[in-house]
């Protein structure tokens, strides 16, 4: 073979010869080994790997759940310390105008009730207080407890069920006028932040009786819709008479819906006709949907309104209020109670209005509003801040806990007139219901009206052992005891408990709820559990 040839056969073989160069050197020991394992220990790492990202994930995903869970029950519960200190100074920081931050407040506590994130009150085991009971009886219900929040609040019957929801059994909104009115220039509310006082002038802003029925009407239906009563003026019906087992007004057993009504301020004070009228045409429309109407002649902002105090005025107008409850068209009708000025305490001006209490039939008399006076009302041991001293001189009634030593006494002076029954004596030196009660005196101890308290609150029958609005006995005729409730000043549990056992059966609160927040309430009767079981 010639060399050429040789060589053109050497250069064929060459890409042979490589391929079996190549498969003939050793392969690397670790690939080796990694191609020797068998698939199934392969699939199993990473099953493995898988799991641990998943336990991972759920670990992580319950975590998370379960703080949106407590972080939930923490953020609704009336008791988180959250809603006093976090809360309610912001909204003082953020809305530097009062009346701004009580709208923003009730647009809130709109939003989360509709939502289902509102605050309210659990029941605690941990704090049962030995079977402190609070429950008291009035006119003729069982309660779950005596404290309620004033009027002023929920000025247009807006968040009632959130109200309710934190805690007290008494809620009275309003008040509303016959026809809607704008109520007084603003600024009209004004902050004493370090006294926790108010000043108001609002002068009964108010949308309309008609709107307010509204409102309320759209409750009741909505409440029948989501229980399964059905819809429409035939559930609202059912509902209103007792169809569901509730009260119709707060729609939950065991509390009431008080709603205030009051004239419009273009109506003439001497036409007492007139303003007869625009009482009745608010009672004809809010009737069926309240436990107890309040007849509000006590505003301190509404020019005249507190002339209608007189016994014979108020009398009239009572009578009508009286009669236009009773005719509502509803199974069983509310109660009427009358709101008098904590500035009518002079002996004949206290006389007079038991007096049309009794003649015109109303159940009951809420005890105290604003002040419109301002002499010895701060002590003189506390200096006020510049700006808090200017502010004290605006017009308009004045609220915080300086009011509680004159309802305390006010309660203590209806009571005594109003068991007296129809006519009490004038003055009655021997009954002592002229001017305040001495310090000095036993009787007005703390000690001693809590020990009474107690004794009721814990014996059979708990709080309501001693029902007010009973009958009882004056001579030879029986008549209705009636009802007081008492706000202003009321702050505290131990103050409660010294209103309540004055005469009063409701102890509501206002100022103390706009400075402590939605616990206040929840914070007061435990405040109360803690008094009458430390005494």
């Not at 949308?207 to 399964?228: F, I, K, P």
Request: glycine share 8%; aromatic share 6%.
């Amino acid at each position: 073979m010639s060399p050429s040839s040789l060589r053109a056969l050497r250069s064929s073989q060459a890409p042979i010869r490589r391929i079996l160069l190549s498969q003939s050197r050793p392969i690397c020991p670790r690939i080796a080994l990694q191609s020797a394992r068998p698939a199934s220990t392969s699939t199993a790492s990473a099953d493995a790997s898988s799991l641990v990202t998943r336990l991972k994930n759920l670990l992580y995903g319950t975590s998370l759940s379960l703080f949106a869970v407590f972080t939930y029950l923490y953020i609704t519960d009336t008791r988180a310390g959250v809603h006093q200190w976090l809360v309610v100074p912001a909204l003082r920081w953020v809305y530097p105008d009062a009346e701004d931050a009580h709208h923003a407040g009730t647009k809130t506590l709109k939003a989360l009730y509709s939502f289902g994130l509102y605050p309210r009150e659990r029941d605690s085991k941990a704090q049962d207080f030995k079977g402190v009971d609070l429950s008291v009886t009035v006119f003729g219900q069982r309660l779950q407890n005596p404290i309620g929040t004033s009027a002023g609040i929920d000025k247009l019957a807006e968040i009632p069920d959130a109200l309710l929801a934190l805690g007290p059994a008494i809620v009275e909104v309003g008040g509303a006028t016959p026809h809607p009115q704008d109520g007084n220039a603003r600024p009209r509310v004004f902050r004493l932040p370090s006294q926790k006082a108010l000043i108001n002038r609002y002068g009964l802003n108010s949308e309309g009786a008609d709107d307010m029925a509204m409102r309320l009407r759209e409750r009741v239906r909505l409440y029948a819709y989501e229980n399964g009563y059905g819809i429409g003026e035939d559930a609202e019906e059912l509902v209103l008479n007792g169809g569901a087992g509730v009260p119709p007004g707060s729609l939950i057993e065991g509390k009431m819906l008080a709603v205030q009504v009051a004239k419009n301020k273009f109506t003439k004070d001497d036409d007492i006709e007139a303003v007869k009228k625009d009482y009745v045409y608010c009672v004809e429309k809010l009737a069926p949907y309240a436990d107890i109407l309040v007849v509000n002649v006590s505003s301190p902002n509404t020019p005249g309104l507190r002339t209608l105090q007189n016994v014979e005025p108020l009398t009239r107008i009572l009578e009508g209020v009286v009669g236009a409850a009773k005719a509502v068209n509803r199974k069983t009708s509310p109660k009427v109670m009358v709101k008098v000025s904590p500035d009518e305490d002079q002996d004949e001006q206290i006389e007079g209005i038991v007096e049309a209490i009794w003649k015109s039939g109303v159940d009951g008399v809420i005890v105290g509003n604003t002040t419109k006076r301002r002499h010895n009302l701060i002590p003189k041991d506390i200096t006020l801040p510049a700006k808090e001293k200017q502010i004290l001189d605006e017009q308009g009634g004045f609220s915080g806990p300086h009011m509680f030593e004159r309802t305390l006494a006010l309660v203590k002076r209806y009571r005594n007139l109003l068991d007296q029954g129809p006519s009490p004596p004038k003055s009655d030196p021997s009954k002592a219901v002229g001017g305040l009660p001495s310090r000095d005196d036993p009787a007005s101890t703390v000690v001693e009206k809590i020990e009474s308290v107690k004794e009721s609150l814990t014996g059979p029958g708990g709080a309501g052992s001693a029902e007010v609005g009973s009958p009882f006995t004056e001579g030879l005729a029986t008549y209705e005891q009636k009802v007081i409730f008492a706000t202003g000043g009321i702050t505290n549990g131990k103050q409660a408990l010294e209103i309540l056992n004055a005469g009063a059966s409701v102890a509501q609160i206002y100022t103390a709820l706009i400075y402590g927040g939605v616990g206040t309430v929840s914070r007061i009767k435990k405040e109360m559990k803690e008094e009458i079981l430390r005494k």
